[in-house]
Nanobody, 120 residues
Framework: VQLQASGGGVVQAGASLRLSCAGS????????MGWFRQAPGKEREFVAA????????TYTDSVKGRFTISRNNNRNTGYLQMNSLKPEDTAVYYC??????????????WGQGTQVTVSS
């Protein structure tokens, strides 16, 4: 399966962005989806995950209440709605498919990343 992340950009603090992750090659309705991010000089970190059916989600503490993960299995697409963006959210955001959870090792397929830059 191939994943294509999109929707990143340059915004001011307080703005919103919606990232999309489109899958191709096979249906991904059997997989959990995760979003991770990597800021310059830092390790890739977990942001959010959603299980295969969309009935369970989990977030890292720093984005709780601001970010929402969702998916549309009919469209083979996942989303990350990001509201009230902060400069510390600046990073390359990656989507991934695998087993529901917050560890990179749980995910087998990764997209290429989309840059999110938040200015103060």
């Amino acid at each position: 399966v191939q994943l294509q992340a999109s929707g990143g950009g340059v915004v001011q603090a307080g703005a919103s962005l919606r990232l999309s992750c489109a899958g191709s090659g096979r249906t991904f309705s059997r997989d959990a989806m995760g979003w991770f991010r990597q800021a310059p000089g830092k390790e890739r970190e977990f942001v959010a995950a959603i299980n295969w059916s969309g009935t369970a989600t989990t977030y890292t503490d720093s984005v709780k209440g601001r970010f929402t993960i969702s998916r549309n299995n009919n469209r083979n697409t996942g989303y990350l709605q990001m509201n009230s963006l902060k400069p510390e959210d600046t990073a390359v955001y990656y989507c991934a498919l695998g087993v529901y959870g917050s560890h990179r090792s749980q995910y087998d397929y990764w997209g290429q990343g989309t840059q999110v830059t938040v200015s103060s």
